[in-house]
């Protein structure tokens, strides 16, 4: 017989998870491995609530395997380390992203991109190298293989990743970012700690203001209104589109220059209509992207501690995140929710 989840592991574990697609979010007993030689366990401090927690818990994306505990932008701190573990001691800061694992030997990992492995292993709601499925962080502890073990979080190396990839991290690039939320931010920060020029397109009159004096976006469109949008055409080098739903792809290719780029890292979750003819007019480029590899994910900490930049958070506690998916919907967050775990997990 199969074993449940609060029995597979030795270790008792403890956090929240969704039972079905109303997504709704409540204390759940469950286990993890014992820590292995190549193992660092770690007491969970504060985990990020990403919007693609949200699709999931929804199984808006169909890949949901219920229980689910979500989260995979994840703090915490090191309480026990494997016998090989040689880089980091208990008492240490640690971050998980999205990946737990990967192959470690196929194309992709062996050009630090295990983000494209075939075989990689999702921080949460998917099958470990042990058959057994992943939790994540809305719990109160983990356990992080050091080969996939550099701090990898998801928002930063999400926008990242692509505007170096497509060349838009050169001074002066006119840079666009569509949906200003948890990754929009900080693709404002990024592009702009660059040298870009960055214009936010966006739903929301109420964030202009911010978004301007604050993030230090350099102008800011309405992505509603026709006539903004015509008095922008063919202004822009590339565009992050970081938007969770449904939305309009032609008004984006029109802001476009000729062989501008326009890169997808939001994921609704019905298809988009592509037009063809704004496409070829101009060349242009229709591109995703999709978090980042691991060596690429430290180079973004240290850019982003070099450069000062962080999420701005509204730090709440476990028993608001169903509050918090609420909202989130919303577009109501400036700019991520994060979980005090460690204050606030009760266990019980
Ligand atoms: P978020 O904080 O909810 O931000 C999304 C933003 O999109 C909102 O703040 C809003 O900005 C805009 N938006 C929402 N609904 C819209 C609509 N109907 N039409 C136009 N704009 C709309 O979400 P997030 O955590 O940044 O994640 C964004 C998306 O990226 C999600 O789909 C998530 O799953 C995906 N994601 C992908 C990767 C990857 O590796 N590719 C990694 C992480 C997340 P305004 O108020 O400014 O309009
Ligand atoms: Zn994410
Ligand atoms: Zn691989």
């Not at 295990?114 to 998917?126: D, I, R």
């Not at 220059?257 to 704004?278: A, I, R, S, T, W």
Request: aromatic content about 6%.
């Amino acid at each position: 017989m199969a074993k449940s989840s609060e029995t597979e592991h030795p270790v008792k574990a403890f956090g929240w998870a969704a039972r079905d697609t109303s997504g709704l979010l409540s204390p759940f007993k469950f286990s993890r491995r014992e820590t292995g030689e190549k193992d660092v366990r770690l007491k969970v401090l504060y985990c990020g609530i990403c919007h693609s927690d949200l699709h999931m818990i929804k199984n808006e994306w169909g890949i949901t395997s219920y229980p689910v505990v979500p989260g995979h932008e994840i703090v915490g701190v090191v309480t026990e380390v494997g016998s090989k573990v040689e880089k980091v001691k208990v008492g240490d800061n640690v971050g998980i992203g999205c990946l737990v694992g990967s192959c470690g030997s196929c194309e992709s990992c062996c050009d630090d991109l295990e983000n494209h492995c075939a075989k990689q292993v999702l921080t949460y709601g998917s099958p470990y190298f042990d058959g057994t499925m992943t939790h994540g962080g809305y719990s109160e502890s983990m356990n992080l293989p050091l080969d996939s073990g550099a701090p990898l979080l998801c928002a930063g190396i999400t926008t990242y990743s692509p505007l170096k990839y497509f060349a838009l991290d050169k001074p002066g690039t006119k840079v666009g970012v569509v949906g200003l939320g948890g990754l929009g931010h900080l693709a404002v920060k990024l592009a702009k700690a660059f040298g870009a020029h960055v214009t936010v397109i966006s739903t929301s009159e109420s964030k202009k203001k911010e978004a301007l004096e604050k993030l230090g976006a350099d102008s800011f469109l309405i992505s509603r209104d026709p006539e903004q949008l015509q008095g922008a055409m063919s202004s822009l080098d590339g565009i992050i589109d970081t938007v969770s739903a449904t939305h309009a792809v032609a008004p984006l290719l029109g802001l476009l220059k000729p062989n501008g780029k326009l890169v997808m890292v939001g994921g609704p979750e019905k298809p988009l209509e592509v037009p063809v003819f704004p496409l070829l007019m101009g060349r242009k480029i229709l591109a995703g992207s999709n978090i980042g590899g691991l060596k690429e994910t430290q180079e973004m900490l240290d850019f982003a501690a070099k450069h000062n930049i962080t999420a701005d958070v509204e730090v709440i506690s476990m028993d608001y995140v169903n509050t918090a998916m609420e909202r989130l919907l919303k577009s109501d967050v400036r700019y991520r929710f994060v979980i005090d775990v460690a204050n606030t997990l009760k266990m019980e």
